[in-house]
């Protein structure tokens, strides 16, 4: 029997195999594989939708997705910050079409049906002459909520209700360390709107580059070095590539300069009374931080490089939307320390922009690649053998047995340790193991 | 002309000369851009260019701008949009080699004096065709350019651009094509 007649999940049993490095090439753009990503990880596993700083006034509320669903992430009347499906309970019309806004409540264009910004359902035009003289029931018609929580500023939602799957910190488990390091270190904000622009590629293919590929770093953004912009390979080797479990995964670069640190000296203090030593520490010696949170929050602060004197790096937190086997959305934002000094804010977001962000000379090179795997994959839908890809790199590499942060890390970037785990989580998740 | 005729220009406006070089001036370096001369498109700029691209986002009527200066597509100086032409220069600039095929159209040229005696400012609608690879698909890039043109020893250059792009989600792949 080909592979063509058989059930797609009992073609990813057979066929994906990360603890050997093997993963099949169809799983990058295939629609059954797809339905179950759907329903099975965007469906019930924990997904990033919004920063705190974002919400910060009662009503504030902001238009996100969870997979190709469309939520309102919203700080209500009482404070609390709550993440409802963006569709009314009388006929499923969007309750909102802009981006954010600051509202008591939502009113839906289609009949009028009126929700509280904490939820409720709060009455529709002509109630009591269109329903029984009671008016409708309350309960039954609050809004769709999913369940919400925030880690590092970072607000996180599951339709998992309470009680099942895990919360929040255990979901992000030893990742929490490293995003202490990035999200936590300071209190951050988002720079305005996200950057968001469709890019015909898997949602997958950027994930699981942020999370474990340091290697094409010197392949695919080889200009770097063509112009002088850093010497040999080492602005990609040299450093640790971490496991973090979950499915969570990042590398960092480091450095040894003296003095030390490339963050501003201004917010030390802050940095020192966020992080224990060994974050401090390691916050110290970075030169780069790439990672992704499973499944499709990516984060990064860029290679630092010399700008007027100064070295700066520009942090960008990205999200991955899936919108269907072969397409995506891309959703980027710049994050900064709130009280950063002017130009460490300034030359951010001009790194930021100028590297990582939708006319960033890193992203478009990427964005060439992930396409084309993409178009690529569409051909195993009608071939007769399995086309295996090779994830083997640092497969036998002993991880170090004293560094202080947590998770399975290696010495130096290179190696493909958190794609495979990536795909572990991933198969797991699809085929419903150890539910 | 006798005065109180309604074809009196105001003293403000910008004579028809002007207007015709620096319309000639936007569709030569449109040209440029197609042709991909990008070491002679950038030495039409000032050094102390401005180049930036404001991301845009939905809003209902009423509830703020929708064009959003804090977050940028491109929020760029002369250095930096040097270092872009120097990588599209190498043999590794793999978004556009092989390259995309542009097209670019100007019209609707609005024109007005200053900011600086020696400048003028040229208000144009912009359709950028872009289209890769061989599926038979295109990208079209519609915004508006703000243009700060000086004059220079003679000669024109571009000191600040602004483009405001007609999309929230971009419809192309990446903004690997200036604008």
Known sequence: MTHVAINVEERLRESVRPETGEIPLFVYADPEVYKLELERIFGRVWLFVA????????????????????????????????VFLNACRHRGMKLTCEDRGVTSYWR????????????????TPFERAAYPPDGLDRDRLRLIEARCDSYAGLIFATWTPEGEGPSLPDFLGDMRWYLDIFAG??????????????????????????????????TAHAFLSRLGLVRGVDFGKAGYHVDAGGGHGLGMGVHDDDPGSYFPEELEAEYRARLDDDQLALLHRIKNFHGNVFPNLSFLIPNFIPVGGRLVTGMMLRVWQPMGPDKMQAWSWFLVEKDAPDWWKTLG???????????????????????????????????????????????????????????????????????????????????EEGR | MSAGSIWVLPAEAVSPAARLAAEDFLVAEAALLDERRFDEWIQLFTEDLEYVVPVRTIRRNGNGSDVDWESRHYDDDYASMSL????????????????????????????????????????????????????????????????????????????????VLDQAMLGTKNLGVFL
């Open chain 1, 51 to 82: 920063h705190e700083s974002e919400l910060e006034e009662e009503g504030a509320f902001v238009v996100r997705q969870m997979g190709e669903q469309s939520v309102i992430v919203a700080r209500g009347d009482d404070g609390e910050i709550r």
């Open chain 1, 108 to 123: 839906c264009p289609y009949h009028g049906f009126t929700f509280a910004n904490h939820g409720n359902f709060m009455g």
């Open chain 1, 185 to 218: 270190r300071a209190q951050m904000e988002l720079v305005g709107e996200a950057q968001r622009w469709v890019v015909p590629s898997s949602w997958r293919l950027p994930a699981e580059n942020f999370a474990s590929d340091a290697y094409h770093t010197a």
């Open chain 1, 349 to 431: 977001r001009r790194m930021y922009v100028q590297t990582f962000s939708s006319g960033g000379m890193f992203d478009q090179d990427d964005t060439e690649v992930w396409e084309a795997q993409t178009a690529v994959a569409v051909s195993a839908r009608s071939r007769s053998d399995e086309v295996m890809l090779d994830y083997t790199m640092g497969l036998d590499a002993t991880p170090l047995p004293d560094f202080p942060g947590p998770g399975t890390v290696y010495d130096g970037k290179f190696s493909e340790a958190a794609g495979r785990s990536y795909y572990r989580a991933w198969l797991d998740l699809l085929l």
């Open chain 2, 84 to 163: 872009r032409v120097r990588r599209l220069g190498t043999d590794v600039a793999w978004s556009e080699d092989p390259p995309s095929f542009t097209r670019r159209v100007l019209g609707n040229f609005r024109y007005a004096p200053g900011p600086a005696a020696t400048e003028l400012t040229v208000k144009t609608n912009l359709l950028l065709f872009r289209s890769r690879g061989t599926t038979g698909e295109h990208d079209l890039i519609a915004g508006e350019r703000t243009d700060v043109l000086r004059l220079v020893e003679g000669e024109l250059k571009i000191a600040k651009r602004h483009v």
